[in-house]
């Protein structure tokens, strides 16, 4: 059995862990919740169940492969295993009610949510697992975000600002809005509510009833829930977590809803034509200055109750893509991301913002792969995309995990690859707390898919999260007041409670120094001065450290930022390379068979098979030696002839012992082979026809050797040609020669090309150099600090003096007046001093 998904941690990441506590980092493994779906009535009919998903315990799995999976068959060849055992942060079994689920999953996140700490949850499962059930659930049975809203309300109740004109802003700020924008936002507000039309607020209706607004009682849910849904539920409170709130903060809720179809970002709360004709507008991912991606120009909508925030669910939910799939008649072609942005603001006529923490849930498309789904045309392009996204997804995770191991060469996370993993990067560097739910079904038909999620898991559980601290502005936010100038100062993790409360005075500062005599004045005036120089100096140690931290960090960011951009023209000489090089083969391949597409034409032009001349060749070699054999024949005949012409003595005694008047009869035999044919022709002529008959052969054989000759010079037409075809197939072969050597010369141009990309790298060089004269410019810096810090000395010298000074003047003088006017003189001095030194900063 494989076991898989056990935490490798504490030995690896110990070293590593105390190698960086002097930046007080926390670390805390990535929570990773499986939830296993119950089956429905029809795949039990279908026999989906065979046992494949088997609850161990409250963290562990085992999954069994059936029988007709790729597992078992690999499994049999000695590829693998059939059965895998997974660990979770905590497994939650078929029958887990959606309080339940909530209950042990969201209860920490939510928590610290409400108190600052940035949160992203994200679900991950195959298509049809019952990823959209646990984050938005149905209408009587509410998910994880729905209850996340009602527990963000219920902790804000009371303390709500109603006003518009804090919005938030890039990534981490928020922007002071004037009137008429505020009023603006009121309006894109209402015309997104108006969108959803009266009959389709069931969802919200039913958040309406839990969290019954009227009702103030952390338990009205209970109250105002209706009972059967109560007894089926089990339901919990929704509000246990209401903190102690600082009673003079107030909060300002605001919503975001997106989705990434296709690599697109999409706002889903752009309100549309009704005609549906009009195209959605493609939103871009930025960076800030901090490094923080953002999509630029999402909509962000106040809402300031549950039931607003879930109407705008619904809005968003009407926009998302959807696609009926083979496995999931309502399946979610994108990932969907609701951001819910909690602005905390003091409680003063003009508020200032306190901070701002995000919470984000992704509703991650099904991970199935394109056969399963019997996905074409369209449906094969977002599986494709999804697939990708996904697994680029897998690929920061393994190397998220790869990087921690500190014996391990750190490797390169691609964060940049995909819209999601851009948009997720922040949270995986220290921006808050993460957490993934793995949603699997029990179908034995979509066991290796499931297997696939349970392996993805198993490396995610392994992760380290690193959650920054608090007062580590590790994302510094920038902050726009109302005409984008800087107007507010936050941190946007530093908790409500952290902060100082400006408003607060000092019993010290209030003491009236009229009424004390000269000689207490005077140690007074002593204390006050040693208070001055401890608090001075442990200032300065806190600056000091602020600047080290801020300086490392700078640092650390600009190596990284530099490993990044050195990797990514790595990726990129690569990718050019291998295009090129690719190219380069499209090119050749594509002019050898267009040189062999041309000599192929010019052949069949001319083409005689082999054989064919070669029969043909065979055919008049035959005729010459027949014409040869004839000759010597008609050699022979006329020889013969001749001597027939002088008649023998012999033979006339012969022919006149003959009966006379009787003919001579002559056999002759001639014996003609023409060609192919062998004709044999007998004669039997009387003698005075013979002479006639002779020349007659004769002259058929002369015909016939014209007729021959005439064939030789055909043939040899025919050969010449073929020569002829044979110097053309030469020609042909020479221009290819040429478009060769032309290729050549096309290689040698690319061949500059790659030169060009090695400049690149010089520029990487350069970088390097700019790296090394801002570590310059931080040491000049540094002097420079240390020299303001001299002359900050010497002025406070010089205050002292005066103050001495003063402090004798005024000996016979009423001693609240000189004081005061002296108190000023050196808080002028201070202030002046402190300004020069902003100002040299
Ligand atoms: N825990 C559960 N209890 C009861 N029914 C569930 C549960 N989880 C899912 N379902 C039901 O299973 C079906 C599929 O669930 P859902 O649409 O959430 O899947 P999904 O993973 O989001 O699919 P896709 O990726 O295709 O969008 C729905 O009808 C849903 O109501």
């Known amino acids: 059995m494989a076991d898989e998904g056990k935490s490798y941690v504490s030995a690896e990441v110990s070293d590593m862990l105390e190698s960086v506590s002097f930046l007080n980092i926390a670390y805390q493994p990535l929570k990773v919740f499986l939830r296993v779906r119950p089956f429905s009535v029809a795949e039990l009919e279908n026999h989906e169940s065979q046992g494949c998903i088997t609850i161990e315990d409250c963290q562990t799995v085992i999954l069994s492969a059936p029988k007709e999976s790729s597992a078992v068959k690999n499994s049999e060849r000695g590829i693998g295993h059939s059965v895998h055992r997974f660990t979770f942060s905590q497994v939650f079994g078929p029958e ?10 969201m209860k920490e996140i939510v928590r610290a949510y409400v108190n600052g700490v940035n949160g992203l949850v994200f679900t991950y499962g195959v298509t049809n697992a019952g990823k959209t059930f646990t984050i938005q659930g149905t209408s009587k049975d509410v998910g994880i975000l729905p209850r996340s809203v009602d527990v963000i309300f219920n902790h804000i109740r009371g ?21 008429a924008q505020a009023k603006q936002e009121e309006a894109i507000k209402s015309a997104v509510l108006a969108s959803l039309k009266e009959e389709t607020e069931s969802i919200s209706n039913t958040i309406t009833n839990m969290c019954g607004v009227e009702s103030t009682s952390s338990n009205c849910t209970l109250k105002s829930l209706p009972s059967d849904s109560l007894a089926e539920n089990n339901f919990v409170p929704l509000d246990i977590y209401r903190t102690k709130m600082h009673q003079r903060m107030q909060a300002s809720v605001w919503i975001s809803f997106c989705e990434i179809y296709n690599e697109y970002v999409y706002d889903l709360l752009n309100v549309l034509s009704a005609s549906k004709a009009q195209k959605r507008r493609v939103l871009r991912i930025c960076e800030d200055q901090g490094g923080n991606s953002y999509i630029k120009d999402l909509k962000w909508i106040n809402v300031q109750s549950a039931e607003e925030a879930c109407k705008i669910l619904k809005i968003g939910n009407k926009n998302r893509s959807f696609a009926c799939t083979r496995m999931n008649e309502q399946s979610s072609r994108s990932h969907s991301i609701f951001s819910i942005r909690l602005l905390r603001l003091t409680d003063e006529p003009q508020p200032h913002v306190l901070g701002v923490s995000e919470l984000s849930f992704c509703d991650l498309a099904g991970s199935e792969r394109c056969n399963k789904t019997q996905a074409f045309g369209d449906r094969l392009k977002e599986a494709g995309n999804i697939n990708n996204s996904l697994h680029i997804l897998g ?19 691609p964060f940049r690859e995909s819209k999601l993993t851009r948009l997720f990067q922040p949270f995986f560097c220290g921006k808050g707390k993460a957490c993934i739910i793995v949603n699997v079904n ?21 992760v380290i999260q690193p959650i920054l601290p608090k007062n580590f502005d590790y994302f510094p936010p920038k902050l726009a007041g109302g005409n984008s100038k800087p107007a507010v100062h936050f941190d946007a993790n530093i908790a409500v409670d952290d902060f100082p409360d400006s408003t607060e005075t000092s019993t010290e500062e209030e003491v ?33 450290k602020i600047r080290k931290e801020m300086a490392e960090a700078m640092f650390r960011q600009l190596l990284e930022t530099e490993e990044a951009w050195s990797n990514r023209l790595e990726d990129m000489k690569d990718s050019y390379e291998e295009k090129l090089e690719s190219k380069f083969e499209m090119y050749k391949e594509a002019i050898k068979k267009h040189a062999y597409v041309c000599a192929m034409e010019q052949i069949e032009d001319h083409y005689v098979p082999i054989e064919e001349f070669l029969a043909e060749q065979e ?39 003959m009966e006379l008047g009787r003919n001579i009869i002559w056999i002759f035999k001639v014996q003609f082979t023409l060609g192919i044919v062998y004709k044999q022709a007998t004669f039997l002529l009387p003698l005075d026809l013979m002479n006639k008959t002779m020349k007659r052969a004769n002259e058929g054989l002369q015909k016939q050797c014209k007729e021959k000759e005439e ?12 020569n002829e075809t044979l110097l053309e197939a030469n020609e042909g072969y020479r221009k290819m020669a040429e478009e060769n050597s032309q290729l050549k010369h096309t290689i040698m141009l690319k061949d500059q090309e790659m030169n060009s990309l090695q400049n690149w790298a010089t520029r990487v060089l350069e970088l390097e150099e ?11 810096r540094k002097k420079h600090f240390s020299v303001e810090e001299l002359k900050q000395q010497k002025a406070r010298k010089g205050l002292l003096a005066n103050l001495k000074s003063t402090v004798a003047a005024t000996a016979g003088t009423p001693l609240g007046k000189g004081w005061g006017k002296h108190e000023d003189a050196s808080s002028a001095s201070r202030k002046h001093v402190l300004w020069a030194h902003k100002a040299k900063e």
């Open 96 to 105: 887990t009610t959606q309080s339940e689920f909530f209950e042990g999953s």
């Open 159 to 179: 303390r709500q600002y109603l006003k518009m004109n804090f919005k938030p802003y890039l990534s981490t700020a928020v922007k002071k809005l004037e009137e």
């Open 395 to 413: 690929k920061c995770i393994a190397a998220l995990k790869q990087n921690q191991n500190p014996k391990m060469k750190p490797s390169y996370i």
């Open 442 to 462: 029990q179908h034995a038909s979509t066991y290796d898919e499931t297997l696939h999620v349970m392996k993805f898991s198993a490396v995610a559980k392994q």
């Open 512 to 544: 009236d120094i009229t009424i004390l005599s000269h000689e207490d004045l005077l140690k007074t005036t002593e204390n006050l001065k040693e208070k001055l120089v401890a608090e001075r100096q442990s200032k300065l140690l806190l600056e000091v």
């Open 619 to 657: 055919k008049v070699e035959d005729r010459e030696n027949k014409i040869l054999q004839l000759e010597r024949q008609l050699d022979e005949q006329s020889g013969r002839l001749l001597a027939l012409g002088s008649p023998n003595p012999d033979i006339l005694t012969t022919e006149n012992n």
């Open 711 to 722: 064939l030789i010079k055909a043939l040899k037409l025919k050969i010449q040609k073929l």
């Open 770 to 780: 700019t790296v090394s004269s801002l570590q310059k410019e931080l040491e000049e």
